[in-house]
């Protein structure tokens, strides 16, 4: 599996050698790659249909962290695999006609393999820090094919926002993986099933599913993080198609779903996705019937259709998680279809504006049939797979006992308002723009190629073959995703027809009321405009708000602390080892002095001490820079004497020649440094008194506690003993610079170099200005 995941990202990066222009009438071949993967992962079906079942393939990474590359198939993750690469081969397909003159369609198509390549390996993954990988790689690769259109500046603004929002939920979805692990000890999700318990059970559980829905609901836009996915729709068509359908905006429900055997309580997580999914589903079915972008009316119908995923998940009942299951693939099937008669509309006519499109089945028969396909299952009509799934979506609404019977039937009303509203969409969409008067405008348009009309096809024949057999998707797929949610068999099966019952009046009259709304609300430009005031009080505003604010933070402490300055710099290094070692110090460490040990104070020691307090001295005051250099060698060689005084004259000839040579480059550099200036005023060496006086005392109060407690001395036993034996040196400090510290010495020296090659460059760069001058 590893190999498999690998191969599609070379084969991304592979895709840019194509030449765009010469090469076009090979992209259609590329769909190829997904079918294969689609037809390979269909021959898992049977090995995983009972449910219970799942298939590891485990590849190991970095075992002393308990990271790994394992995989994991069962009924979930392969429901998610087949669509990825199943509706991915369709989008394929289509994008071979839809871009087939755009000038970087080779990028395109890079970008969208490896976006494939993240989504296989997300919903893949066994691993959580894996799983974490290829999840961001989702939002990066969706940031290119969200801003594909470069030269767009609302495209451009519509990609960063894709990938703030979602990038924000991954720095709590990585928070409440690292939490899961100190909690559990694993990475493993296989094993984490087994320690729900403990998860739940511990403290910090509220704070971590807090973390984890926070990622899980930016990146499947729910309530209010949405606002990012209307947006989006500046992306090509293909890709809003294949974001919405089956991929992007569904890795949030794969997630939840995916740790519901895991984190779910049975109430505050119920409670969270019921009220969230909730409140979603009906704000993007509301704000869905009143757009007349059909793009817009599908992002926010597809807004409505993640919140009663996420809503179903919160339910979490076996007929609601096998709601959700049904769901998932209903949505994909007229999701993408309706997405891809929307490009072919597009394409033809050069507009979206349902209110000038009209009667276009005389000129797209083909794709006028498609889309009323589409559209009934989106009404949830008989006979398509959307009216099983309503059916059961109504069902599970009844099934779950934590409510009373009032609650139920508030509960079951606010579903049905949602899919009238739903319903309405779906039509806006699928018929609004076919039937009716032809504008004359209209006439001269030419028939779609055969790649753009093909896979909507495809998926109206996949919608009307599971409304009819039923059995086929659910023996296939849907009772095997439930199943691995659930941990336990599933007693259900889909049905043709469930009987004459309230649900199946809910179905009736969420079809009747949904095509009244179709007839009463008529797409404005005017309404638009009045909802489009409600944004400056909507979540949009209010994120932007706090993004200006902490913009304006981080420019002014990147003013503060990265203001240029060496002196800055240093000033800030050293007043935090003041107030963390300082703090160490006074609060954990018992002061003492022993004043015992100390060797009486000499003459020519007290003349060394005054010697390098002169030369301090002399460098704060002067204003010549050879005079600073010179003092600062005098402090160096003060220290020299230091060394020979005590008996250290190994020592005291290193630091000579260090002082020595590092006087002489300073001086040499002078020549090519700028004229000495004052850029210290009386506070700043007020200041600088203050920090050097407290850093002083620092050191001072250190090297007295170390006079006091008994030193380690097994290091320096060991380099006595050894470093004639290993080395054959008799000077153990050369010894541990030459051999034991070779390599890191010999870093250190090219890190210099490197240091003095970047200081020689500054010095030679000039300006233009400069080089004008000259």
Request: glycine share 6%.
């Amino acid at each position: 599996m590893l190999l498999l995941i690998i191969s599609v990202f070379i084969v991304g990066f592979a895709i840019l050698l194509l030449r765009p222009a010469k090469d076009s009438k090979y992209f259609k071949f590329l769909s190829i790659l997904p079918f294969s993967l689609f037809l390979y992962f269909l021959y898992f079906i049977p090995e995983i249909q009972s449910g219970q079942n799942s298939l590891i393939f485990e590849n190991q990474w970095i075992p002393s962290l308990g990271i790994s590359l394992d995989f994991k198939i069962d009924g979930l993750s392969l429901l998610f695999s087949l669509l990825i690469t199943g509706i991915g081969a369709l989008i394929y397909l289509y994008a071979s006609s839809y871009l087939n003159k755009d000038p970087y369609i080779n990028r395109f198509y890079c970008y969208l393999t490896i976006f494939m390549g993240a989504m296989l390996g997300l919903v893949l993954s066994d691993n959580l820090i894996s799983l974490f990988m290829f999840w961001e790689l989702t939002s990066i690769s969706s940031f290119f094919l969200i801003g594909f259109n470069t030269t767009n500046e609302e495209s451009r603004k519509s990609a960063l926002w894709a990938l703030s929002i979602t990038g924000l939920g991954g720095f709590f979805l990585l928070a409440s993986f690292v939490m899961m692990n100190s909690i559990t000890g694993t990475f493993s999700i296989q094993e984490l099933l087994s320690q729900s318990e403990v998860l739940q059970s511990n403290y910090q559980y509220y704070v971590l599913i807090a973390f984890f829905l926070l990622g899980a609901f930016t990146k499947s836009a729910q309530f209010p993080f949405h606002f990012w996915l209307p947006g989006a729709m500046k992306a090509p068509t293909p890709v809003s198609a294949y974001l919405h359908s089956a991929t992007m905006v569904k890795a949030g429900i794969y997630l939840i779903a995916r740790f519901t055997p895991i984190l779910s309580d049975g109430e505050v997580w119920n409670f969270v996705l019921m009220s969230v999914g909730g409140t979603t589903m009906l704000v993007g079915a509301f704000l869905s019937v009143f757009r007349v972008d059909m793009k817009s009316v599908l992002a926010y119908s597809t807004i409505s259709a993640l919140g009663i995923l996420v809503f179903l998940l919160g339910i979490g009942s076996e007929t609601a998680l096998l709601a959700a299951a049904t769901f998932i693939l209903v949505h994909a099937l007229y999701k993408a279809s309706l997405f891809m008669v929307t490009g072919i509309v597009d394409h033809e006519t050069h507009t979206r504006d349902l209110t000038v499109l009209s009667g276009l089945k005389k000129k797209l028969p083909i794709v006028a049939v498609c889309a009323v396909i589409a559209a009934l299952s989106s009404a949830g009509v008989p006979l398509t797979f959307g009216f099983i799934s309503k059916e059961i979506i109504y069902g599970s609404t009844f099934d779950f006992d934590y409510w009373t019977y009032n609650s139920v039937w508030i509960l079951t009303a606010l579903v049905l308002v949602t899919n009238v509203f739903l319903t309405s969409a779906g039509l806006l969409v699928g018929i609004r723009p076919f039937f009716g008067k032809l504008p004359e405008k209209f006439e001269n348009i030419h028939k779609p190629d055969y790649k753009l009309w093909l896979p909507i096809v495809i998926l109206s024949v996949f919608t009307l073959l599971f409304g009819i057999c039923p059995f086929l998707a659910d023996q296939g797929i849907i009772s095997s995703v439930t199943t691995s949610i659930l941990r336990s068999s599933v007693t259900q099966e889909l049905h043709l027809w469930h009987g004459w019952n309230t649900i199946l009046l809910l179905s009736g009259a969420t079809i009747v009321l949904g095509t009244m709304l179709y007839f009463v609300i008529k797409p404005s430009h005017r309404t638009i405009e009045r909802f489009d005031k409600l944004n400056e009080i909507g979540p949009k505003r209010i994120i932007t708000i706090m993004a200006n604010n902490i913009k304006i933070f981080a420019f002014k402490y990147t003013r503060f602390f990265h203001n240029g300055y060496l002196r800055s710099y240093i000033l800030f290094i050293i007043v935090f080892i003041i107030g963390i070692v300082g703090y160490k110090l006074f609060s954990d460490v018992t002061l003492k002095i022993n004043t015992n040990d100390l060797s009486p104070f000499r003459i020519y020691e007290f003349v060394i001490f005054v010697l390098i307090i002169s030369a301090i001295t002399v460098i704060t005051l002067t204003q010549s820079r050879l005079t600073a250099i010179v003092s600062l060698g005098v402090v160096g060689l003060s220290i020299c004497l230091i060394f020979v005084v005590y008996g250290a004259p190994d020592l005291a000839m290193t630091q000579f020649a260090i002082d020595t040579l590092t006087v002489v480059l300073f001086v040499l550099v002078l020549f090519k440094l700028p004229a000495f200036l004052k850029f210290s005023n009386t506070k700043n060496k007020i200041r600088d008194v203050i920090v050097s006086t407290a850093f002083g005392i620092l050191i001072a109060m250190i090297t007295l506690q170390a006079l006091v407690y008994p030193s380690n001395k097994e290091v320096s036993k060991f380099y006595a003993e050894n470093a004639y034996i290993l080395a054959k040196g008799k000077n153990v400090v050369n010894v541990i610079l030459v051999d034991y510290r070779g390599v890191d010495t010999m870093i250190e020296t090219i890190v210099l170099s490197i240091a003095a090659v970047g200081v020689l460059s500054i010095l030679k760069y000039k300006t233009e200005d400069e080089e004008r001058r000259e």
